[in-house]
Nanobody
Framework: QVQLVESGGGLVQPGGSLRLSCAPS????????MHWYRQAPGKQRELVAT???????NYADSVKGRFTISRDNGRNTVYLQMNSLKPEDTAAYYC???????????????WGQGTQVTVST
């Protein structure tokens, strides 16, 4: 079974930076689009950033210019560099990806367990 494992969350002051990482455990043949979502208490989960297998990126308006999504295809890892953090960025951040486990298997959608980011003085 494949699991997406996130790391890098924590407590940071406003204006600070954090870098989140996400990589699958288990056998993986290929990964298509990879995404970061976030969910704040009492709010719906929202899409923060997307990176395609070819490296094209998209961002939510609220994080443009501050967050950068990237991936290392050799390590099957996606990153989210978060700069100029604001209190409203406080949320649980989730990794999501379309993964093909074997050459002739179908793509399946996987979620990480979430990592908490808290921006506060």
């Amino acid at each position: 079974q494949v699991q997406l494992v996130e790391s890098g969350g924590g407590l940071v002051q406003p204006g600070g930076s954090l870098r989140l990482s996400c990589a699958p455990s288990g056998n993986v043949f290929s990964i298509n689009d990879m995404h970061w979502y976030r969910q704040a208490p009492g709010k719906q989960r929202e899409l923060v950033a997307t990176i395609t297998s070819s490296g094209s990126t998209n961002y939510a308006d609220s994080v443009k210019g501050r967050f950068t999504i990237s991936r290392d295809n050799g390590r099957n890892t996606v990153y989210l560099q978060m700069n100029s953090l604001k209190p409203e960025d406080t949320a649980a951040y989730y990794c999501n990806a379309e993964i093909r486990r074997y050459r002739f298997s179908d793509n399946s959608n996987y979620w990480g367990q979430g990592t908490q980011v808290t921006v506060s003085t």
